[in-house]
């Protein structure tokens, strides 16, 4: 689940909460507040208190502009000549996305950065840049280099090394796909209660390590990396190509700058705004959503509530729409400062897009509407995207969020501080998997950020209350499971796995590959003794082996070998 840090709350809220205060009119507010009955209804309440103490949102100029790109490409060369390659590759791309079109500006910029991605090793990556600073304007009197280093690139693509940014990720086979569930094994189904809601629980007995589901998110978001990852399809890319008109997004690709028209052409003009204010970055998805759903959903929200299908679908709106917004249990000010964010981001939309041009006072609301729906429905059931990164301190390869995205399926599991499956991304597609043996009837649980071996139960209590509203009676907190550093440790020649504990922190993926039918047979073993050590550490090595074969950022200079500079090592300084 998506994490939200409560204790960094954006600008604008807490401004207006101490204009409120400083004028003593919190408790009056407050009451005021609570009895509107409509979101629409608390959203103007709040947008004419905005505008009463005249607390709006600055408005960030987005432009492009060669002189910023010039010193981006001067501190880009400072770093290559330091053989910071990695560095100067990222300092490039901001160079390349601040740069004016069709100017020499670009061209260079495409230039330097090809020169980069050369010595990296990245042919087909280099030959890309050289061909767009061709294409813009590039000077005549440089050329000769970039034509070498062209023709250099061309024969040296024939054996260029192909690093995968993730291993093909499973499937179900079809004989197991489940006829009511779009994305899962037939091993489990959705059940329902007053009390539970939605839950998914095991129709047989399954296995440590099947597959339960293999799930494409509705929608997505790149919430960091922005240098090396495509804002629309998330995918992994040292050579990306700027929107013309803002300095916040990047693609891949034509194919994803031409797809993420259809919300990037509203949002490119207030990105830069709302990235200025002190939120979490996460909540921009809401507002992409709603921008997404204007042509398909506006008109018939009520049918999207009363509608019935007995197939769970995955990738369609209906399912993250019905999600919860356990709106009954907010706080008025934890409710207050949501809807301030969906004023807010209205504001910016109707001032500075032309999203509402042609249309009525309803389209206008429903749009509130569903900025306040999702922004209470995300915390609760959205999802990371991650990847595998080095930890540049202690030099292992550790999770590290890139993204977020809206899973219909995935949204419905509970929470568990001792939690039988364990996800991972496969570019922005997600995999769920067993990490411990499950009993058919038995619900299925995931971790909403919070295990018993790493965190008290008072922590996890207190953190699960005040996040997702409810107290947590899982086995662990049941029970009472000490963390790890009191759990008792048993003795088993399986313990011997441990040692393979260095190649799997380094990401060696023939490690990974070689010792998984180990660590599911000691799993097994362990299962009996749980809670101890043993059974923590050796689900701490599947979980990184499945990491490994899953999403994984490589520092780029393990793909250097004894290798030869140029002599031009620069394409222009």
Known sequence: MISEDYKEKIDIPYRLVHALQTDGKISETSIQFASIPTPVGKINFVSDILKLYDIVPKYVENFKNNEKSTELRRKGNEKFGLKKDEEALETYTYSVVTAENDSETLGLAYANRSAVLFKLKLYNE????????????????????????????????????????????????????????????????????????????????IEIGEVIAV????????????????????????????????????????????????????????????????????????????????????????GIMHRSDQVYKS????????????????????????VTVSAIFYQLVKNYTNFFKDTDQECEDVFKTLVLHHLQTMACNFHDIENLEMNEVSGAYEPTTIGAGAYNFLSLFNHSCAPTVYRRSFGTTIVLSSVETIKKGDQLFENYGFHYAMHSKADRQAALKKQYFFECNCRACKNDWGTFDVLPHI???????????????????????????????????MEKNIPCKNFCEIQELLKQCYSIFSNIRRKLQEKLTNYPLLNDDYASL
Request: glycine content about 0%.
């Open 315 to 338: 990738g369609r709106y209906e399912e993250i729409h019905k999600l919860v917004t356990n709106l009954e249990m907010r706080s008025v000010a934890d409710l207050f400062e949501r």
């Open 215 to 302: 799930e494409q998110p509705t929608f997505t978001l790149l919430t960091d990396r922005q240098w090396c990852h495509c804002h629309h399809c998330l995918t992994l890319c040292y050579c990306l190509v700027p929107c013309e008109f803002c300095t916040q997004a990047l693609f891949c690709s034509t194919e994803c700058k031409d797809n993420a028209k259809k919300y990037h052409d509203y949002e490119c003009s207030i990105l830069s705004t709302i990235y200025s204010l002190d939120m979490n970055s996460c909540r921009i998805l809401p507002l992409r959503i709603a921008i997404l759903m204007k042509d398909t959903k506006y008109k018939n929200l009520e």
């Open 126 to 205: 280099c030959l890309q840049d050289i061909e767009r600073a061709l294409q813009n304007n590039y000077p005549e009197t440089l050329k000769f280099k970039l034509l070498e280093r062209q023709k250099k690139a061309q024969i040296l693509t024939l054996n260029e090394d192909k690093v995968a940014y993730h291993q093909s990720a499973p499937s179900i086979v079809e004989e197991n796909q489940n006829p009511l569930i779009e994305c899962s094994s037939s091993a489990v189904e959705i059940r329902t209660n007053p009390q539970l809601g939605r839950y998914v629980v095991a129709t047989r007995d």
């Open 491 to 525: 003795y088993s020649s399986m313990n011997v796995l441990i040692l393979h504990y260095k190649k799997l922190a380094e990401a060696d993926l023939k490690t990974a590959a070689k010792i998984e039918p180990e660590v599911i047979t000691a799993l097994k073993q």
